[in-house]
């Protein structure tokens, strides 16, 4: 049984920091690619970041480069979205996914929904004025 969790949400003023948590159980950590994805109210969902399983490969929407940072640690089965510089844009749903695969997928194949297997509850961020 898979289970994937997000943390560490809630309400922060714009400009402001925060960190995002997905820990994941019933399956090989570090043998799946992770990602995040958001979805603000009346939006679609749409691609955030991803990792490959050693780390050393993430990609990132443009509309976040330079201010969001994923990373992992595989001896924690952790996921992390760091976030600075929040926007009120940034206000969202946030979902963590695991990919089918640990290799490098690529931007493309990363950006798209159908790459993830398993995916969590969400985590809700909200950054006021």
């Known amino acids: 049984q898979v289970q994937v969790v997000e943390s560490g949400g809630g309400l922060v003023q714009a400009g402001g920091s925060m960190t995002l948590l997905c820990t994941v159980s019933?399956?090989?950590?570090?043998?799946?690619?992770m990602g995040w994805f958001r979805q603000a109210p009346e939006k679609e969902r749409e691609f955030v970041a991803c990792?490959?399983?050693?780390?050393?490969?993430?990609y990132y929407a443009d509309s976040v480069k330079g201010r969001f940072t994923i990373s992992r640690d595989n001896a924690k089965n952790t996921l992390y979205l760091q976030i600075n510089r929040l926007k009120p844009e940034a206000t969202a749903k946030y979902f963590c996914a695991v990919a089918h695969t640990g290799w490098d997928i690529g931007l493309f194949a990363a950006a798209i929904s159908p790459t993830f297997g398993y995916w969590g509850q969400g985590t809700q961020v909200t950054v006021s004025s």
């Open positions: 990792i490959d399983w050693s780390g050393d490969t993430p």
């Open positions: 019933g399956l090989t950590f570090d043998g799946h690619t």
